[in-house]
């Protein structure tokens, strides 16, 4: 597991972006090796990664395992999801916050309606990102993904071949690579 963590970061630091073809079980034991790579310490600020889930649920699952996991590194981690008090949200984001994890709808609505700060953005990370494409959220995604700053793209996937995402990465990405998770 560690070699195929160390051959995503490898390929993330010799091109912008990554697609990572990876069961939604085996991808969440990359995310925060992933994160802790490209994020290794606290700042004041804006955030420097957006996780982008394809439910509530998913994005509670991993706001929770990255509270456990950001906490010796004081990070902040923030839960952006369409079930919850959208001014509490909005209010958290903008008290400062290192990782924000959510749905991309909400994430989304937040950015666009409120404008949360992302000039210190390093890392955006599209969870199912194939399952998503198929629930119509490619506009949403895509919208955010061009007005973001230049930074890393992380997209997992089971299959890269849906012309939907085929669409997207000769769209939106830039000399990427495609690396196999599945053991």
């Keep these: 597991m560690s070699e195929l963590i160390e051959q995503v970061i490898k390929q993330l630091k010799a091109r912008p972006s990554v697609v990572a073809h990876a069961e939604a079980e ?5 995310l925060w090796p992933i994160i802790d790579d490209i994020i290794p310490h606290a700042e004041e600020g804006s955030p420097r990664a957006i996780v982008l889930c394809g439910s509530d649920e998913e994005a509670r699952h991993i706001e929770d395992y990255f ?3 950001a906490k010796p590194k004081d990070l902040t981690v923030d839960l952006v999801v369409e079930k919850g008090n959208k001014l509490k949200q909005r209010n958290d984001l903008f008290d400062g916050t290192e990782i924000i994890v959510g749905t991309t709808r909400r994430v989304c609505e937040m950015y666009f309606q409120n404008g ?8 955006f990370i599209v969870l199912r990102m ?3 494409m198929r629930a119509g959220q490619k ?7 061009e007005s973001l700053p230049k930074c890393k793209q992380v997209l997992f996937a089971r299959n890269s071949n849906d012309d939907r995402m085929v669409s997207y990465m000769e769209e939106f990405l830039v000399n990427y690579s495609i690396v196999d998770l599945s053991e």
């Design 139 to 145: 506009g949403f995604i895509a919208r955010l993904a």
């Design 67 to 69: 509270q456990k996991a």
């Design 130 to 132: 194939d399952d998503q």
């Design 116 to 123: 949360f700060n992302i000039k210190k953005l390093k890392l």
């Design 26 to 30: 085996e991808y969440v034991d990359f």
